[in-house]
């Protein structure tokens, strides 16, 4: 797989990278059903079969299993680079709440060292901006801890551009990581262009909107989801929302008949079209997904498939 320049950071990143927000299995707030582990680090490792060089994670994704998991499947391996976020803990109840204190950082940055069980994080982020009240405090401390060398690079998850000026004031914002996807394209019109201007690397998130326009996904399937997998509460994935993305989805598949290739690496495709956007997130819970998708990784739309999709959206706000 070819790989980019992150934005400022010096890492060369595959154009897509394995989310692993699905693997942190079941029974926490904004779980995505219960997952089998032995599934997942076969996952992990036909990603890195296939080339992908990066893995996105959060110390909040099955309130640590995630990044055990990913700890675990990489050990032995040649190191890909580990992406992590901080912010959002969790308590003996496993209830969740955000924090941006220093000392709570700190605790998380150790704790995830030592889940991921590797001596430093390649890229550390801040998950939301949360209290906002404290942005200057949280950043600070990932500032703190890059220059202790416990992590490379920092980032920002979920900031819009004022809050990233502010964190730019104490320490360059190395990279951003918002959601994008034909469902969801609020980033355009400010974010993007601030971070493109600004050098800043930016991975998309949920650039398939978390499985809806992978050409799965049926009304049927939504209605049957496990009652802890969260996209049930989604209005995206109801009516009067779900019949005009499934239309979407039909034009998507179209394009991708063509060049044999899946409805979700069209989806994928259409976010890294975006010439600020470095790479996507591709979410993967078996290893038949992750190679059915990574051929997002170098396909291009032609400029009349893209013509098409803008179309059918400005017809289908």
């Not at 730019?168 to 201007?197: H, M, N, W």
Request: charged share 25%; aromatic share 8%; glycine share 8%.
């Amino acid at each position: 797989m070819q790989t980019h320049q992150f934005g400022k950071t010096g890492m060369q990143i595959t154009r897509i990278g394995l989310g692993t927000w699905a693997i942190g299995g079941g029974q926490w707030e904004f779980a995505w059903g219960p997952q089998d582990d032995r599934e997942s680090i076969d996952t992990i490792h036909r990603a890195l079969d296939l080339g992908i060089n990066w893995i996105d994670t959060a110390a909040v994704y099955g309130l640590g299993h995630s990044e055990q998991i990913v700890g675990q499947a990489i050990k032995g391996r040649e190191r890909p680079y580990i992406f992590t976020k901080c912010s959002m803990i969790w308590d003996e109840n496993r209830k969740i709440s955000h924090s941006l204190k220093a000392d709570s950082i700190r605790r998380e940055a150790e704790n995830s060292l030592k889940r991921l069980d590797i001596d430093v994080i390649d890229l550390y982020q801040i998950h939301w901006p949360d209290p906002e009240t404290d942005i200057e405090e949280g950043w600070s401390t990932l500032a703190a801890l890059k220059k202790e060398g416990k992590v490379r690079h920092i980032g920002v998850s979920n900031f819009n551009v004022e809050q990233m000026r502010r964190a730019e004031k104490i320490a360059p914002v190395e990279t951003l990581q918002p959601p994008y996807s034909l469902i969801d394209r609020g980033i355009e019109e400010g974010i993007l262009p601030y971070c493109q201007q600004n050098n800043i690397g930016v991975i998309v998130y949920s650039p398939m909107a978390s499985g809806l326009l992978t050409g799965r996904m049926t009304p049927e399937r939504i209605a049957h989801l496990p009652d802890d997998d969260w996209r049930k509460r989604n209005p995206e994935y109801q009516e009067p929302r779900l019949s005009r993305n499934l239309m979407l989805v039909e034009l998507l598949a179209d394009i991708g008949k063509q060049h044999n290739i899946t409805t979700g690496v069209v989806a994928i495709a259409w976010t890294l079209h975006n010439p600020a956007v470095t790479a996507a997130i591709v979410g993967a819970r078996r290893p038949s997904q992750i190679e059915e998708l990574a051929p997002a990784a170098d396909f291009r739309l032609s400029d009349s498939e893209f013509a098409r999709i803008e179309k059918f959206l400005a017809e289908h706000p």
